[in-house]
């Protein structure tokens, strides 16, 4: 089976994919979709949906895993 992780972002969204078998974990590929914050925002969502839709289109995984985004203060 193969999984997707994807840790959002709207400057960098982190992502990798995994082949699980037999209680195996095999790492097949793994990277970040940068953006730029110079260009307007709806470029940027473009930008990651289009990244997002080649990745998926060549490892076809089964699965998802998304990080919560959240925001907090640092304190």
Request: proline share 4%.
């Amino acid at each position: 089976m193969k999984i997707i992780g994807i840790d959002p972002g709207y400057a960098i969204v982190g992502w990798g994919v995994i082949k699980y078998s037999s209680s195996d974990f095999l790492v097949l590929d793994y990277g970040a979709i940068n953006t730029s914050p110079n260009i307007k925002f709806s470029k940027r969502l473009d930008i990651i949906y289009k990244e997002l839709y080649n990745i998926l289109a060549v490892y076809e995984p089964e699965c998802m895993s998304i990080e919560k985004l959240f925001f907090s203060a640092n304190k």
